[in-house]
């Protein structure tokens, strides 16, 4: 079990990663990802693609994801730790539904290369509609969206403030698929910015994550796009849920944008009953 972008042990969204998993069938792998019950398990396989140094398969707890950021450095982070050497000294390249996604460690830190935006643009009004209904807000108080979808399918909220952010009590149950994140900024502290997501599981209660990589990424694309952020910062999440999350966002001269936080090996174990 991996503690994922948290500011110390305990305080980032926990992860399970299942190691040498390559005789799972994605029937298990479901089923695993339910009794564990987290937001994400992961399952690490040999590569198919010949620059990958692994493979990944991503569930929540009703579909397998393409892509999902926390997933991504757990997933990292317990490969390195079982004694796995990279092809490159200071890049790891992970191989899962979008594609390679490049990793890189430095001072302490595991931040991955943001996916491209599979969805962009804004939403229908029918569609900002929803989500205003969803959270519970007033259509003002919105002062851009977008679809930030890098994987998940995520649309992003923008409010005046991180207090505002805070203060958001959503819809508990949701009939229709949701992923709504939102985000205000900080007036003074470490963190620029405050993050929330929410979505749905497969019984429609709606759960909020503690940190959410993926969601961070596609932000980061959209608010330095726009001129609200600069092209580096970083973001606070999971505060109401008693959670300390800082994600790390710089861009290099490239214009690619990394996405990193702190990883801590919380638990291990061996699964019993499984091939």
């Known amino acids: 079990?991996?503690?994922?972008?948290?500011?110390?042990?305990?305080?980032?969204?926990?992860?399970?990663?299942?190691?040498?998993?390559?005789a799972l069938t994605t029937e298990e792998m479901l089923r695993l990802t339910r009794w564990f019950n987290l937001s994400e398990t992961t399952f690490l396989l040999s590569p198919t693609h010949p620059a990958a140094d692994y493979r990944v398969r991503i569930f929540s707890l009703d579909r397998e994801m393409p892509f999902a950021g926390h997933p991504t450095l757990g997933s990292c982070h317990a490969w390195l730790s079982s004694g796995r050497a990279p092809m490159k000294e200071t890049e790891i390249v992970q191989e899962c539904g979008v594609g390679l996604v490049t990793i890189r460690r430095d001072q302490g830190l595991l931040s991955f290369g943001a996916p491209a935006l599979i969805r962009s643009g804004p939403p229908s009004p029918e569609e900002l509609t929803e989500a205003i209904r969803f959270l519970r807000i007033e259509p003002h108080e919105v002062l851009d969206a977008a679809w930030v979808d890098n994987g998940p399918g995520w649309l992003g909220?923008?409010?005046?403030?991180?207090?505002?952010?805070?203060?958001?009590?959503?819809?508990?149950?949701?009939?229709?698929?949701?992923?709504?994140g939102v985000v205000g900024p900080h007036s003074q502290g470490d963190a620029a910015f405050e993050v929330r997501a929410f979505f749905n599981n497969h019984l429609g209660t709606i759960v909020e994550d503690?940190?959410?990589?993926?969601?961070?990424?596609?932000?980061?694309?959209?608010?330095?796009?726009?001129?609200?952020?600069?092209?580096?910062?970083?973001?606070?999440?999971?505060?109401?849920l008693g959670r300390n999350g800082r994600i790390h966002v710089a861009r290099d001269s490239a214009g690619q944008f990394w996405i990193g936080g702190k990883t801590y090996t919380q638990v291990t174990g061996r699964l019993q009953g499984l091939p």
């Open 157 to 180: 909220i923008r409010l005046a403030s991180a207090e505002k952010v805070l203060s958001l009590d959503p819809q508990r149950h949701w009939s229709g698929r949701i992923d709504i």
């Open 1 to 22: 079990m991996i503690d994922v972008f948290g500011a110390e042990p305990l305080s980032g969204n926990p992860l399970a990663v299942v190691m040498g998993a390559d």
């Open 210 to 240: 503690p940190v959410t990589g993926s969601l961070n990424a596609s932000l980061a694309q959209w608010l330095s796009s726009t001129g609200v952020a600069r092209d580096a910062y970083i973001a606070a999440q999971g505060t109401r």
